[in-house]
């Protein structure tokens, strides 16, 4: 039993970003393995960046790709997106239900408890990828999310965290988990330690993700344009991504007199947007266990990043890149950088320290042993 091939099917809300980074890499590791996978998210989220890469995954996935609609919040529209998503995931017979994400986690256990009881045995996964963990406890929202979160902890086998910190914010935010977890660390494949050189004519900053506050990229643009004022030179910078606030922030580097130095990118891969810069900055105000983080001292790109999450876990010692949040922080190591490039290369984790701790090949085998545990207890 333990050597046979599972049917496993990752369910997620939005096509973007690190959920759909660490989905396609276990997806394509399982598939590898052996394993028929299939994926289950949103439809009205992603763009052609991700229609690409759908692309280039479906053929290898035997249970396919479905996009159905999923609403981000709350809302009557979750009731007709549940029909449609129970009914998707009937029709798969997974062995394996494993939700990412707040959204993901509900339908993956909801929905996994709903084919158990009519007598397939199926094992019940959630990865919170952040999700629910950001909100402040001491909103009226956050103690709702957190509330659901204790109440769907019934309807799962386990809980598996991307970082330490994750599994820290979940025991200070909604209690001690009631049921297994496992932490297993977001894993690279081995192509991605290859280094990565800048153009010749690159910028000296990068921002690359999602556009939206949370992830700071009005904090990268204040820091510019105080680096380039305490500086006097024309700091230059590369942001690449797409989000609805993208116009508040085209807005802001005009607002502050940078629209001569900074470009704004749609959506790329990460290795083709390191070659646009000297320097990448990860300025969020909150994060689980960013793939970005990874992929760049992997590629060895110099790197600020904020001390948020479980980015600390993977500088491990090696921790002079890391400041906090801020506007001044930021602007102070981009400052750094500039002074002494080398100096500052130097400052970050070897890439061999990276590949002993996050590899692919390491996170898809413990995952799966996973599965197999889950599935083993409801035989």
């Not at 549940?82 to 929905?111: E, N, P, Q, S």
């Not at 580097?253 to 900074?262: E, F, M, T």
Request: aromatic content about 8%; glycine content about 10%.
């Amino acid at each position: 039993m333990s050597d046979e091939p599972l049917r496993i099917v990752h369910c997620f809300r939005s096509p973007v970003g690190g959920i759909f980074r660490h989905v396609r890499d276990l997806a394509e590791a399982q598939t590898s393995a052996g394993h028929l996978v299939g994926i289950v998210c949103d439809s009205s989220t992603g763009g052609v960046h991700e229609d690409r890469l759908f692309e280039a995954i479906a053929p290898f996935l035997a249970l396919g790709v479905t996009r159905t609609p999923m609403q981000r919040h709350i809302g009557f529209g979750d009731l007709a997106a549940a029909r449609r998503t129970l009914g998707i995931l009937h029709r798969m017979k997974a062995d394996v239900l494993h939700g990412h994400g707040a959204k993901g986690g509900v339908y993956a256990r909801l929905f996994g408890t709903s084919m158990r009881l009519g007598g397939r045995r199926v094992a019940r996964l959630y990865s919170p990828h952040g999700g629910s963990l950001h909100y402040d406890p001491r909103t009226m929202t956050g103690r709702m999310f957190f509330a659901l979160e204790r109440m769907m902890e019934r309807f799962g086998d386990g809980v598996l965290f991307v970082s330490d910190h994750e599994r820290r914010t979940f025991i200070n935010k909604i209690g001690e988990p009631r049921g297994r977890t496992t932490l297993v660390y977001n894993g690279l494949r081995d192509e991605e330690f290859v280094p990565v050189e800048a153009m010749q004519d690159a910028a000296d900053f990068l921002y690359i993700g999602m556009m939206r506050d949370l992830k700071g990229p009005d904090l990268f643009i204040d820091a510019l344009a105080d680096t380039s004022r305490t500086t006097r030179l024309p700091v230059s910078a590369a942001m690449v991504g797409a989000g609805d606030d993208l116009p508040r922030y085209r807005e802001q580097v005009r607002l502050l007199g940078l629209s001569d130095h900074v470009r704004f990118f749609d959506p790329m891969p990460a290795r083709d947007a390191f070659r646009l810069a000297r320097h990448v900055v990860v300025p969020s105000r909150a994060e689980a266990m960013p793939y970005i983080v990874l992929e760049a001292l992997a590629a060895t790109k110099p790197m600020i990043a904020s001390m948020v999450g479980g980015i600390p876990e993977i500088f491990d010692e090696w921790r002079h890149g890391l400041v906090r949040p801020t506007v001044e922080q930021i602007a102070q190591k981009m400052r750094e950088a500039l002074d002494d490039p080398i100096q500052f290369a130097g400052l970050m984790p070897p890439a061999e320290s990276l590949r002993a701790r996050f590899s692919a090949g390491v996170m898809a085998t413990a995952i799966e042993r996973t599965y197999r545990e889950a599935l083993r207890r409801h035989s």
